[in-house]
């Protein structure tokens, strides 16, 4: 390890301050320690993946928090490496996983949207990760891995009947699965409140008033006899208008039946998804799967669904930290990282397996409840937070553990992305990189051993949906980080039609403000993105422009045009793909214990 490494960015220096003198000497200790066991067996090892929904930096004690209590994923920063600018490939879920399976920008995939929906929202919606797009699962299993895919997918489902799972995590090189196909959502817990009810409800009001007038403006007209519309074309177009509109209005009310479900595989196990021990019941599954797999090697992806709102903890944790029930949340995910990694140790797997801890995007800051709680986390010094690509949006937590093998207690500032984790478990498993496609991410493996200082991200592409909203670069010759700054989200509460109102931010229109010329920053003096580089506090201002230019003039020409997998026609909710346990007249209720009997059906 390079010392500089500790406090090289002025940043890592600020959040890690709390780290103490004493604490820093035990880890230079056990850095020098390391040299001596690097004859370990360094391929095929079992690989967990541990990914946070919506964490921010800030909210773990590794990364400087002293009030949320995180000692097991901090234990992972002690034995392993801790990434400081570890860099979530889009500041939005769907996206951000796209890449994160596939190693490459999600615009390659179509996973990208185009208009102002960056996510899917709906089972039944048609679109979802290409059956094209080769992820790390598929590549893992066909070396002979057991793998599975324990919580959120969020990478949709059906492509054309309720049952093709075309997208589904099976369909996608993992063995089992257990967990949800979309997100959690507010809606799926009752008293939670609705993050889109009340906004579908705004924009459907227009509709059903206009064909309501339309309707009767016409059955008067008819009625009256100034028109001769035949009666039978009348009869089937008020039909099928109110029809749609009743199958609508049925959906929205019956929105946590029909979109928040868990599943085993292929089956639906619980409808609608009950949050009561779900960290247990998840965290239960992830061990089982190790234990099954104690003599071949595994990838297990371990997707949590904290603490993504609705925030739920069980009764051990609710109540217990300083910061809410969003606190709570964060010692509960904390809680499961310790069991997974006891039940690694207890089966004397440590040494065999590569474990990685992330979220897919920052914090949440616009995320507070209807009582005035903050349900969202905390990003540090970083400005902004998720659906945003100022820092806090997209600079993730970033640690990775295998006893032995990558150093412990060591700190790299180099940019990273979470696409590098695609090759480098790819190459561990001695399986093929893809040759017949561009793989934006890099193998961490020399960095992580310390046998080399640079990153091979020399530029960074941020993206907000399909709109190139940033550039950074590390020149291959200096220690300067330059972000450029296309435009920005108003999401300050000053801004009355910004991202607040609508609690997130999207890509266009009122929500941003655009920059010409773009904004420039060195995040390696100003991580916190306060003050704007001019050509006059920056004497290579155009320079570095025009280098950025150029990197994104081959950037684009690198991208091929694929089907949208978020147009409005892959988002909407399809009645035809809308999956169900029970039937619709029992308002798909079913919930299965482990033996797949039903523990339970009641009807409406
Ligand atoms: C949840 O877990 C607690 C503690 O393990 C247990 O007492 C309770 O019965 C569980 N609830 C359900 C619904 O399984
Ligand atoms: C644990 O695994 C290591 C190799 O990873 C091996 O050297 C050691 O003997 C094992 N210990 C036990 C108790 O099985
Ligand atoms: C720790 O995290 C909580 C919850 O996000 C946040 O409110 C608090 O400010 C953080 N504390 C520190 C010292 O970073
Ligand atoms: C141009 O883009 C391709 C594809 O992303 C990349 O592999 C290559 O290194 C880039 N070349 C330069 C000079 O940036």
């Known amino acids: 390890m390079h010392p500089r490494g500790v406090v090289g960015v002025r940043g890592t220096r600020l959040i890690l301050a709390h780290v103490s003198r004493k604490k820093m000497r035990l880890l230079l200790f056990l850095v020098i320690c390391q040299c001596a066991i690097n004859s370990v067996k360094t391929h095929n090892p079992n690989v967990i993946l541990l990914m946070a929904d919506d964490l921010g930096i800030g909210d773990l004690g590794c990364y400087g928090n002293r009030t949320l209590r995180t000692s097991n994923i901090d234990r992972l920063a002690e034995e392993g ?11 939005l879920c769907t996206p951000s ?31 979802g990760l290409p059956s094209e797009e080769v992820t790390f699962s598929k590549l893992l299993k066909q070396r002979g891995y057991a793998t599975a895919l324990i919580g959120k997918w969020h990478l949709g489902m059906n492509c054309e009947s309720s049952n093709d799972f075309c997208h589904h995590p099976l369909s996608h090189g993992f063995d089992y699965f257990y967990g949800l196909t979309v997100t959690n959502f507010r809606d799926c817990k009752p008293g939670q409140g609705s993050v889109f009810l009340k906004g579908v409800q705004k924009s459907l009001v227009i509709p059903i008033q206009i064909t309501g007038i339309t309707l009767v403006s016409l059955a ?26 009743a199958v609508l209005i049925f959906f929205f009310y019956h929105f946590r039946h029909l979109n928040c479900f868990l599943m085993r595989d292929h089956q639906i196990i619980q409808q609608p998804l009950s949050y009561e021990n779900l960290t247990q019941r998840l965290t239960k599954e992830a061990m089982q799967f190790i234990r099954r797999n104690t003599d071949t090697p595994f990838l297990l992806f371990l997707s949590y669904l904290h603490v993504h709102t609705a925030l739920y903890a069980s009764k ?11 606190g709570d949340a964060v010692e509960e995910m904390d809680w499961s990282v310790g069991q997974v990694l006891d039940v690694l140790e207890k089966y004397n797997l440590s040494d065999k397996t590569l474990v990685y801890f992330t979220s897919d995007q920052g914090a949440h800051v616009e995320e507070i409840s209807s009582s005035g709680e903050v349900h969202g986390g905390y990003n540090g010094i970083y400005k902004g ?3 945003m690509n100022w820092e806090g949006g997209i600079r993730v937590p970033g640690l990775l553990r295998w006893p032995g093998v990558i150093q412990a207690g060591a700190y790299i500032d180099e940019p990273t992305s979470n696409m590098d984790i695609f090759p480098t478990i790819v190459k561990l498993a001695e399986a093929q990189l893809p040759s017949d496609r561009i793989i934006d991410g890099h193998d961490l493996m020399p960095l992580l051993q310390g046998k080399v200082t640079r990153s091979k991200h020399e530029f ?20 300067s980080v330059w972000k450029v700054i296309f435009f920005t989200p108003n999401f300050s509460p000053e801004d009355s039609n910004g991202c607040y109102d609508s609690h997130v931010c999207f890509c266009h229109g009122g929500f941003i403000t655009q920059h010409d010329p773009p904004l420039l920053f060195d995040l390696s003096r100003d991580p916190e993105e306060k003050v704007p580089l001019t050509p006059e506090t920056e004497s290579r201002f155009y320079e570095i422009l025009r280098v950025i230019h150029l990197a994104v003039d081959n950037h684009t020409r690198s991208l091929h045009p694929v089907p949208d997998q978020l147009s409005w026609d892959n988002l909407l909710w399809k009645p035809w793909l809308q999956v169900c346990c029970s039937s619709l007249f029992q308002s798909c209720y079913c919930d299965y214990d482990s033996e797949g009997r039903p523990l339970e059906v009641r009807s409406g």
């Open 385 to 387: 937070g998720k659906s």
């Open 316 to 326: 051990n944790f609710r109540g217990k930290s300083k910061h809410g029930l969003y």
């Open 460 to 479: 960074l592409f941020h993206y907000c949906n399909a709109y190139l909203n940033a550039v950074r670069w590390h020149p291959g010759n200096s220690e």
């Open 97 to 127: 996983r796209a890449a994160f399976l596939t190693g490459r920008y999600p615009i390659r995939s179509g996973m990208a949207a185009f208009s102002r929906v960056g996510v899917f929202l709906f089972s039944a919606s048609s679109g």
């Open 81 to 91: 490496v801790t990434l400081t600018q570890h860099i979530a490939a889009s500041p």
């Open 220 to 245: 008067i007209v008819q009625y009256i006899g100034l028109l001769k519309v035949p009666f039978q074309a009348l009869g089937y177009c008020l039909l099928i208008a109110a029809i749609s509109l």
